[in-house]
């Protein structure tokens, strides 16, 4: 009976990851918007363990596609409040608790 309950225990807990991006936010056309969210899943994929170096890595490659002003944010757990062009905002989620926003701004 004891091994029942720790069965059941462990089935509970369990986390969902979400191993696909989820977009949260987002003001641009669909072309671009399908263009930026692989960018960031390609850069996160890459760069699993370091934030930095994808967020460059989607800031540097949107500057090149799109014109320049480009911003990009990736982590967990932070808060910002920003000003940006319109229809030129992204804002999703990726791998479980990894966080992304990109905007461009001049």
């Given amino acids: 009976m004891a091994e029942q309950t720790e069965e059941k225990k ?3 807990e369990s986390k969902r990851v979400h191993v696909y991006p989820l977009i949260r936010h987002s003001d641009m056309n669909d ?3 399908t263009e930026a969210m692989e ?3 390609t850069a996160c994929e890459k760069f699993s363990s370091n934030n930095e170096n994808a967020a460059r890595m989607i800031k540097d ?3 090149k596609k799109f014109g320049a002003s480009w911003h990009a ?11 940006h062009e319109v229809k030129n905002l992204l ?6 608790n990894c966080a992304i926003c ?3 701004c001049s």
Avoid: A, P, Q, R
């Fill in 10 to 12: 462990d089935t509970s």
């Fill in 31 to 33: 072309e671009m918007k």
């Fill in 39 to 41: 960018l960031c899943v």
């Fill in 61 to 63: 490659t949107m500057d």
């Fill in 73 to 83: 944010i990736v982590g967990e757990g932070f808060g910002f409040e920003i000003t």
């Fill in 91 to 96: 804002y999703m989620f990726f791998g479980g």
């Fill in 102 to 104: 990109v905007w461009k």
